[in-house]
């Protein structure tokens, strides 16, 4: 579960510091380019553990938290792959 957090930390501080400005394609990229890349399947992962681990969690309020870590996750990844779209880069392959 730490890992979990620390990927969707890490997913919200690169939406987060998102500008206006800072969505427009910078003369060499390349670097944030590949972390996005990278991102997306970490994310896709950590939604799949939360996704499937819900109905077996005993405590009510893991699970109300892995169901709110899924639908975060999914509209992050939503976020990233669109990012990568507007700079015609798409993800790693697994």
């Known amino acids: 579960m730490r890992r979990l957090g620390c990927f969707v930390v890490i997913a919200v501080l690169a939406a ?11 003369a060499n990229d390349q670097t944030d380019v590949w972390f996005m890349q ?5 994310l896709l992962q950590d939604i799949s553990i939360a996704y499937l681990t819900r109905d077996r ?6 699970t109300r938290l892995a169901d709110r870590i899924h639908r975060r996750g999914q509209a992050q990844v939503a976020e990233l792959q669109g ?11 697994p």
Do not use: I, K
Request: a positive charge; one cysteine or more.
């Open 16 to 26: 987060g510091c998102a500008t206006p400005a800072a969505n427009q394609p910078a």
């Open 38 to 42: 990278h991102m997306v399947p970490h």
């Open 57 to 62: 969690l005993a405590n009510p309020e893991l």
């Open 83 to 93: 990012w990568l779209a507007d700079r015609q880069a798409r993800p790693p392959r």
